[in-house]
């Protein structure tokens, strides 16, 4: 039987698990409830801190997407690695 290198096969099955724990390490941040409220603001205070949260909210969904890429660059060196494997042990039988 003639092995055929793995060059692409199964990439998202390495992805999904990936992806798994990347949800456990990057933390979903959580919208502002002042944000979704209906109407105008109490006062100058009330926006200020509505302001606050939403700035707050922004990093935290900037910090996120960065963790989400960090994940995915990882999982795509473990598939690489994965592959280069697989294509190893064809090579050797």
């Not at 990439?11 to 979903?28: E, G, I, N, T, Y």
């Not at 919208?31 to 200020?48: I, K, N």
């Not at 922004?58 to 473990?78: H, N, P, T």
């Amino acid at each position: 039987m003639k092995a055929i290198p793995l060059v692409i096969l199964g990439w998202h099955l390495v992805m999904l698990p990936a992806s798994a724990k990347a949800q456990l390490r990057c933390q979903v941040p959580v919208q502002p409830a002042c944000a979704a409220q209906f109407g105008g603001f109490f006062d100058e205070r009330d926006l200020g801190r509505c302001r606050r949260e939403v700035e707050t909210y922004r990093d935290a969904v900037r910090s996120y997407l960065a963790c989400l890429q960090d994940e995915s660059a990882r999982a795509m060196d473990d598939l690489d690695e994965a592959i280069g494997g697989f294509n190893r042990r064809v090579r050797v039988g």
